[in-house]
């Protein structure tokens, strides 16, 4: 699969809410990295880091440009309430190795009437 075809499988799992299969796109140790959030590394990690955020709130990517170089696929993508974000997924032999993604973790969570921390 190229990077785009594995975008694409992934933008479909996300949406349907599926931890497992978007786990079984991320290489065995890859790394996802939210910036708003500490990264994530190995495989089971990032499955139990998408059935939490999964449990806790309805999302969905609906993309506005997915972009590829070689080995990199750009997802530039947006909800249906307003909030957007961008994500750089580092595709090595058909699988997730690095994922980095871009949003506005304050708005995420007062869209969704999620709690918000308190800074320390």
Not at 34 to 44: C, F, L, S
Not at 90 to 106: A, M, N, P, S, T
Request: net charge negative; hydrophobic share 40%.
């Amino acid at each position: 699969m190229t990077p785009r075809q594995v975008l694409q499988q992934w933008i479909e799992a996300f949406n349907a809410a599926y931890a497992d299969q978007l786990a079984a796109l991320y290489h065995e140790n890859a790394v996802n990295h939210q910036v708003a959030n500490a990264p994530v590394e190995g495989r089971e990690a990032i499955r139990e880091m998408f059935r939490g955020e999964f449990s806790r709130a309805k999302m969905v990517c609906i993309p506005d440009n997915i972009l590829c170089d070689g080995e990199w696929a750009v997802l530039e993508w947006k909800d249906p309430l307003g909030l957007r974000g961008c994500g750089f997924f580092h595709v090595v032999e058909e699988r997730i190795k690095f994922q980095r993604g871009y949003w506005d973790k304050l708005s995420f969570l007062r869209m969704h009437g999620l709690p918000i921390p308190s800074e320390s």
